[in-house]
């Protein structure tokens, strides 16, 4: 996020950002939380279209745990452990299946619809990891403070819809969402979820899964 506003600040736009804090329903930061804006002012830009997106497998799990990719992004999916992988997701935006595969696949997966993409392994039952397609050019996950900063320029003050998704929603097809009224370039907004968070499981691994 940081090389985006990097990069907002070589084409001459303002270097400012509007800093969001996603609390729990208990009034706990929350890290890991996806945050974008929606509206006229946050199109997807075409330059990040052009960047290389990658979803890798270490040590037996999903790195990044989570990916916000612009909707028509492609995705690599490069494989650094030693053994096999077979990623896959039955996701509803877009379903496929990378079979057994060192290395890296000949060509990365191109997203075209917005949504939750879930993968797994056919081989790992415990690795999870999630794709968020998003219809925008501004996005980001929380730290462990709970808080993002999305670059904005001198254009983009006005109305948004800014739209929150956290991987232990009940139902991970439906992020929560309210209007903002964003009046300048470096505003502070703090964000509490509507509703509570399921439990986050603890999956067994499995080191000897004899894919060596």
Request: aromatic content about 10%; proline content about 6%.
């Given at each position: 996020?940081?090389k985006?506003?990097?990069?907002?600040?070589?084409?001459?736009?303002?270097?400012q950002?509007?800093?969001?804090?996603?609390?729990?329903?208990?009034?706990?930061p929350?890290?890991?939380?996806a945050?974008?804006?929606?509206?006229?002012l946050?199109?997807?830009?075409?330059?990040?279209?052009?960047?290389k997106?990658?979803?890798?497998?270490?040590d037996?799990?999903?790195?990044?745990?989570?990916?916000?990719?612009?909707?028509?992004a492609?995705?690599e999916?490069?494989?650094?452990?030693?053994?096999?992988?077979?990623?896959?997701?039955?996701?509803q935006?877009?379903?496929?299946?990378?079979?057994?595969?060192r290395?890296k696949?000949?060509?990365?997966?191109?997203?075209?619809?917005?949504?939750?993409?879930?993968?797994?392994?056919?081989?790992?039952?415990?690795?999870?990891?999630?794709?968020?397609?998003?219809?925008?050019?501004?996005?980001?996950?929380?730290?462990?403070?709970?808080?993002?900063?999305?670059?904005?320029?001198?254009?983009?003050?006005?109305?948004?819809?800014?739209?929150?998704?956290?991987?232990?929603?009940?139902?991970?097809?439906?992020?929560?969402?309210?209007s903002l009224?964003?009046?300048?370039t470096?505003?502070?907004?703090?964000?509490?979820?509507?509703?509570?968070?399921?439990?986050?499981?603890?999956?067994?691994?499995?080191?000897?899964?004899?894919?060596?």
């Amino acid at each position: 996020m940081k090389k985006l506003m990097g990069l907002a600040c070589l084409m001459g736009f303002s270097c400012q950002a509007l800093e969001i804090t996603v609390k729990d329903t208990l009034g706990k930061p929350l890290a890991g939380t996806a945050v974008w804006l929606e509206g006229d002012l946050w199109p997807v830009k075409k330059a990040s279209l052009l960047k290389k997106y990658s979803m890798g497998q270490r040590d037996r799990n999903f790195t990044p745990h989570a990916l916000i990719v612009p909707q028509g992004a492609s995705v690599e999916f490069p494989n650094f452990d030693s053994i096999l992988h077979h990623v896959y997701s039955f996701s509803q935006p877009k379903a496929f299946e990378l079979k057994l595969y060192r290395d890296k696949p000949q060509a990365p997966i191109h997203f075209t619809q917005p949504g939750v993409i879930e993968l797994g392994c056919n081989i790992h039952d415990w690795m999870l990891g999630y794709i968020l397609v998003v219809s925008s050019g501004v996005y980001g996950l929380t730290d462990e403070q709970g808080k993002v900063e999305l670059p904005l320029s001198d254009t983009q003050v006005g109305t948004a819809v800014l739209k929150v998704w956290h991987e232990q929603f009940e139902n991970l097809n439906k992020p929560e969402s309210q209007s903002l009224i964003i009046r300048d370039t470096s505003q502070k907004e703090v964000y509490q979820l509507k509703r509570p968070l399921l439990e986050k499981l603890d999956f067994l691994t499995d080191e000897t899964d004899g894919y060596e």
